[in-house]
T-cell receptor, first 119, second 114 residues
Framework: DTAVSQTPKYLVTQMGNDKSIKCEQN?????MYWYKQDSKKFLKIMFS???????INETVPNRFSPKSPDKAHLNLHINSLELGDSAVYFC??????????????????FGEGSRLTVL | KNQVEQSPQSLIILEGKNCTLQ??????????LRWYKQDTGRGPVSLTI?????NTKSNGRYTATLDADTKQSSLHITASQLSDSASYIC?????????????FGPGTRLSVLP
């Protein structure tokens, strides 16, 4: 039983195409994220959703559009792909800790990553 | 600005040896600090978590320490194994983290050789 699953694991596509990556979590968490890991292996937050509501939207091109149909799913659609979009994209989820008025952030659980290569 | 720095950037050790990885942060106020292990081609997995009131936490051969005064944490690996080869990422959670906006370090790449 995979806790956070994302598909596809590998994606190779041409510049200018549109592609989507899907993510599902079965942990019952209320928050989901998309992170980008570049060639230097640094993880950068892109988006965060809490109960289907967008709460973090870092400076990413508006070609990237997240969609959360329900709190167990967070998909990432990318329009007009560019060479610089090549990276590994990680989905993650977490749960706010009870008894802390929602202040404390819980442990992040990551998916296995989706390696996007734009040619 | 909230930042997390890690050192060294990379480290090579022989199997069976010990090593210590460092994490310095400027996140304030601070809620908790986690160390994650990321194997090649996999997603990061949490190793330890420490709140601001804790000084040390162990998980098998992994021991994390925290000095909230100097804003430093370390991860000590004892009797290293080949399977310890991975990136180790320090992640800090600000207090009042309504946005769940964790602050990530750049990671330390550890290679354990036979």
């Amino acid at each position: 039983d995979t806790a956070v699953s994302q598909t596809p694991k590998y994606l190779v596509t041409q510049m200018g195409n549109d592609k989507s990556i899907k993510c599902e979590q079965n942990l019952g968490h209320d928050t989901m994220y998309w992170y980008k890991q570049d060639s230097k292996k640094f993880l950068k937050i892109m988006f965060s959703y809490n109960n289907k509501e967008l709460i973090i939207n870092e400076t990413v091109p508006n070609r990237f559009s997240p969609k959360s149909p329900d709190k167990a799913h967070l998909n990432l659609h990318i329009n007009s792909l560019e060479l610089g979009d090549s990276a590994v994209y990680f989905c993650a989820s977490s749960q706010r800790q009870p008894g802390t008025s929602g202040r404390a952030a819980g442990e992040l659980f990551f998916g296995e990553g989706s390696r996007l290569t734009v040619l | 600005k909230n930042q997390v720095e890690q050192s060294p950037q990379s480290l090579i050790i022989l199997e069976g040896k010990n090593c210590t990885l460092q994490c310095n942060y400027t996140v304030s106020p601070f809620s908790n600090l986690r160390w994650y292990k990321q194997d090649t081609g996999r997603g990061p997995v949490s190793l330890t978590i420490m709140t601001f009131s804790e000084n040390t936490k162990s998980n098998g051969r992994y021991t994390a320490t925290l000095d909230a005064d100097t804003k430093q944490s370390s991860l000590h690996i004892t009797a290293s194994q080949l399977s310890d080869s991975a990136s180790y990422i320090c992640v800090v959670s600000p207090r009042d983290n309504y946005g769940q906006n964790f602050v990530f370090g750049p990671g330390t790449r550890l290679s354990v050789l036979p």
